[in-house]
């Protein structure tokens, strides 16, 4: 999830407008069931703009998945259909 000059850290240290957090988080003890993918885009506040948090969800046994780049999107966005979700909903998801 980063480079060999730690921009990703070095950024968000120095509070860069635009630096981005990557993190996995899920709530509780023990073994997760859902795990969230989540990014945080810094935004200075003195330009009336504020920072922005994004997150989608995924199992636990699909985390190896995503940091591999081997998750597929489009098969899971079509898996919530089927499941009836919205297309709203899996666009935003």
Same mark, same amino acid.
């Given at each position: ?6 921009? &990703? ?5 120095? +509070? ?17 069931? /859902? /795990? ?15 920072? /922005? +948090?994004?997150?989608?969800?995924? +199992? ?11 998750? &597929?999107?489009?098969? +899971? ?17």
């Amino acid at each position: 999830l980063e480079n060999d000059q730690l921009e &990703l850290y070095h950024n968000r240290l120095d +509070k860069t407008p635009g630096a981005i957090a990557l993190r996995l988080r899920w709530y509780g003890s023990g073994d997760p069931d /859902v /795990v969230f993918v989540e990014r945080k885009t810094h935004r200075d506040r003195w330009t009336g703009e504020t920072s /922005v +948090k994004e997150r989608f969800a995924i +199992k636990e046994n699909e985390v190896k998945d995503v940091l591999g780049g081997a998750y &597929l999107i489009a098969q +899971k966005k079509r898996e919530m259909l089927e499941k009836g979700a919205s297309q709203e909903e899996a666009d935003d998801w």
